[in-house]
């Protein structure tokens, strides 16, 4: 079992930064696959980015590509968003997600370990 714990949300203003951190508990956090999703206002839950067990490769939606960047820390058992020239349309809880295995999924089905969120919110 993984518990995996969100931190780091806050509100901005549109053009700002902001870092996310995501930590899990356990001692086989280099087993995982880590991802962020993220929900907005009435939308449904959607991919954001992934990385794979060592960091070696990194996956993101187009939206957030150049803007966003994935990294972890296997030896702080951390992945992190850091989230740069954020616009109201990136207003969203976001979530990171774990699943043992090899591959990034951009659907969030195949996850088995879900954090619960921290809320994200972009000023105008």
């Known amino acids: 079992q993984v518990q995996l714990v969100e931190s780091g949300g806050g509100l901005v203003q549109a053009g700002g930064s902001l870092r996310l951190s995501c930590t899990a508990s356990?001692?086989?956090?280099?087993?995982?696959?880590m991802v962020w999703f993220r929900q907005g206002p009435g939308k449904e839950r959607e991919f954001v980015a992934g990385i794979t067990r060592s960091g070696g490769s990194t996956y993101y939606a187009d939206s957030v590509k150049g803007r966003f960047t994935i990294s972890r820390d296997n030896a702080k058992n951390t992945v992190y968003l850091q989230m740069t020239m954020l616009e109201p349309e990136d207003t969203a809880v976001y979530y990171c997600?774990?699943?043992?295995?090899?591959?990034?999924?951009?659907?969030?089905?195949?996850?088995?370990?879900w954090g619960q969120g921290t809320q994200v919110t972009v000023s105008s």
């Open positions: 356990g001692r086989t956090f280099s087993s995982y696959v």
């Open positions: 997600a774990a699943r043992s295995g090899v591959s990034v999924y951009t659907a969030n089905g195949p996850y088995d370990f």
